[in-house]
Every structure is written in structure tokens, then in C-alpha cells.
């Protein structure tokens, strides 16, 4: 069984966690993509977060951390995060370099754990389903045994579940080419465990939220562009502000959980892109 990282919550009733996703950070802070200058706008979040003065028992970060491939854009989004003295975990997106991941966020100590003891009640599970030069996902065995196993022995726990492809269509015809692949036997494991609470994913730049058989389940947008809901071929949106999710973990087993937005949103992308 992977390593705990163990962290106590700060309010005995509930765990508060801040989800954050698809960065695509650049190592030159003139660099954008689609129109949008995403070093700056994952810094408007940022500081927006600050500034509300909220505390967090632990961060996810859920991938696409940076778009150029550079070690230093990964530096940046841990110099961020390191901002908030908090607890943070990561998993890979479709557009990371794993190996630079690991070497740049054990230097910021940005924890490399799969699983997350948050309080006396609940589990943080985060399964990798990158497939290295592919943009769709795929959980392999390993990661299905794993959540399996997880979810057997720790059958008391509540347990919440992060990836980075959505496993769920996201009704994007363009988008939905690059699902999880093998979603059904995802399914098959939440339909199996009620333990299951709740499942949280990025990479489809959306604000999205279900509920999934017994466990909620939701898309978080991007701190950059967002993609336009419900359109078959590519489309990005002028309307939706980058942002982020808040979560509560209540310990009767409920997920409360809200999306927040720049109010002042200054990165409008160029809508006349047809892809990237």
C-alpha cells in the first residue's frame, strides 16, 4: 500500500480543500496561449484566494501544470502554492513531464503521495491516468487495483477521488475524444464501493457537476482559458473567467463544494483559435 501523508483538519466538523487545475504555465512570463497570458491569470487566482483570507487543510492540484515543458514553469507553480503554508498533493495531466514534476515539487516540498488521511473520517485517493504523448487517459491496472484496494481496506473512510481526465462525457464532442478511456471499469468500482463519496477531475476546462450513482462527482475550471460548454467541434469561451473549487468534506460523509471565478476577468482568449 502507498505511503500516507497524514494532516489533521482544522475544524473538527468538516475538511476544507482547495482544488486548482490545467495551469499551463510557461517559463517567460510573455509567453500565452489561445490569447490568454496564463502565468498571469494563475497569478490572479492566486491572489484572489489569498485575499479571501480562507483556510485550507490541503491542496489538489489535478494537472496541465505548465505548457512548454520546462522545469522552471513547474518552479513557478510551486513557488504560488508555497504561498499558503498548506499541505499540497499533485497528479499528472495529459500535457506533464512526470519526471520534471518530481524533481521540481520535492524541492518546494509539494508532497508525492496517491493517498491522503485528511482528519479521523476521510481519504484522499489521486490515481495517474496520463498516457504519455496521448491526450485522452487510461487507468491502468495498477491504479485500478490500487483504488480497489484502497477503498477495501479503508472501508470505514470516506474517500474522495481526483484524476485528470474527465471519466464522465463532458457533452464536447471535440472534448470527449480524449475521455478516460476505460471509464466503465472506473464505474464498475464506485458502483461496487458505497465507501465512494466523491470524484473531482480537471482537463476538460469546464465547471461541471453530476451525481454518480451514489457519489458526487465534478469538473473544475481552469486558471486560464475555459472551452465553451456543449459544442462539437472546438470552441473557447468569452464568458467563463478562470477558476477555482472549494470543497468540504462534512463528516457524515457529504461533499459540499462551490466554484469561484475572477470576478475582474482581464484574459479574454481569442475565440477565433480552431485548437492548440
Given at each position: 500500500m502507498e505511503s500516507f501523508l497524514k494532516l489533521p483538519i482544522l475544524?473538527?466538523?468538516?475538511?476544507?480543500?482547495?482544488?486548482?487545475?490545467?495551469?499551463?504555465l510557461?517559463?517567460?512570463?510573455?509567453?500565452?496561449?489561445?490569447?490568454?497570458?496564463?502565468?498571469a491569470s494563475f497569478l490572479s487566482v492566486i491572489n484572489e484566494i489569498e485575499r479571501s483570507n480562507k483556510k485550507f487543510d490541503?491542496?489538489?492540484?489535478?494537472?496541465?501544470?505548465?505548457?512548454?515543458?520546462?522545469?522552471?514553469?513547474?518552479?513557478?507553480?510551486?513557488?504560488q502554492i508555497n504561498k499558503f503554508n498548506?499541505?499540497?498533493?499533485?497528479?499528472?495531466?495529459?500535457?506533464?513531464?512526470?519526471?520534471?514534476?518530481?524533481?521540481?515539487?520535492?524541492?518546494y516540498q509539494l508532497a508525492d503521495n496517491k493517498i491522503v488521511q485528511l482528519g479521523s473520517k476521510w481519504l484522499i485517493v489521486l490515481l495517474n491516468s496520463q498516457v504519455v504523448g496521448q491526450a485522452y487517459g487510461f487507468l491502468p491496472e495498477s491504479e485500478l487495483d490500487f483504488l480497489h484496494n484502497v477503498l477495501t481496506e479503508y472501508s470505514s473512510r470516506n474517500v474522495?477521488?481526483?484524476?485528470?481526465?474527465?471519466?464522465?462525457?463532458?457533452?464536447?464532442?471535440?472534448?470527449?475524444?480524449?475521455?478516460?478511456?476505460?471509464?466503465?471499469?472506473?464505474?464498475?468500482?464506485?458502483?461496487?464501493?458505497?465507501?465512494?463519496?466523491g470524484i473531482g477531475w480537471g482537463h476538460i476546462h469546464q465547471k461541471q457537476d453530476y451525481v454518480w450513482h451514489h457519489c458526487k462527482a465534478f469538473a473544475t475550471p481552469s486558471?486560464?482559458?475555459?472551452?465553451?460548454?456543449?459544442?462539437?467541434?472546438?470552441?473557447?469561451?468569452s464568458e467563463d473567467a478562470p477558476g477555482w473549487r472549494e470543497i468540504?468534506?462534512?463528516?457524515?460523509?457529504?461533499?459540499?463544494?462551490?466554484?469561484?471565478?475572477?470576478?475582474?476577468?482581464?484574459?479574454?482568449?481569442?475565440?477565433?483559435?480552431?485548437?492548440?
Amino acid at each position: 500500500m502507498e505511503s500516507f501523508l497524514k494532516l489533521p483538519i482544522l475544524n473538527k466538523n468538516y475538511g476544507k480543500i482547495l482544488h486548482i487545475t490545467d495551469t499551463h504555465l510557461f517559463s517567460d512570463d510573455n509567453s500565452s496561449l489561445l490569447g490568454v497570458n496564463s502565468n498571469a491569470s494563475f497569478l490572479s487566482v492566486i491572489n484572489e484566494i489569498e485575499r479571501s483570507n480562507k483556510k485550507f487543510d490541503l491542496i489538489v492540484a489535478s494537472g496541465d501544470f505548465v505548457q512548454d515543458g520546462s522545469k522552471k514553469a513547474y518552479a513557478r507553480f510551486a513557488k504560488q502554492i508555497n504561498k499558503f503554508n498548506t499541505p499540497c498533493v499533485w497528479l499528472a495531466g495529459n500535457h506533464d513531464n512526470y519526471t520534471y514534476m518530481q524533481d521540481v515539487f520535492a524541492n518546494y516540498q509539494l508532497a508525492d503521495n496517491k493517498i491522503v488521511q485528511l482528519g479521523s473520517k476521510w481519504l484522499i485517493v489521486l490515481l495517474n491516468s496520463q498516457v504519455v504523448g496521448q491526450a485522452y487517459g487510461f487507468l491502468p491496472e495498477s491504479e485500478l487495483d490500487f483504488l480497489h484496494n484502497v477503498l477495501t481496506e479503508y472501508s470505514s473512510r470516506n474517500v474522495l477521488v481526483f484524476l485528470h481526465h474527465h471519466p464522465i462525457n463532458s457533452g464536447c464532442h471535440w472534448l470527449d475524444q480524449h475521455i478516460l478511456k476505460n471509464r466503465d471499469q472506473l464505474e464498475k468500482i464506485i458502483q461496487k464501493h458505497f465507501n465512494i463519496k466523491g470524484i473531482g477531475w480537471g482537463h476538460i476546462h469546464q465547471k461541471q457537476d453530476y451525481v454518480w450513482h451514489h457519489c458526487k462527482a465534478f469538473a473544475t475550471p481552469s486558471t486560464c482559458f475555459q472551452f465553451k460548454p456543449e459544442c462539437y467541434d472546438f470552441q473557447l469561451s468569452s464568458e467563463d473567467a478562470p477558476g477555482w473549487r472549494e470543497i468540504t468534506l462534512n463528516t457524515d460523509g457529504s461533499i459540499e463544494s462551490d466554484v469561484y471565478r475572477l470576478t475582474d476577468n482581464q484574459f479574454l482568449p481569442d475565440v477565433s483559435q480552431n485548437g492548440y
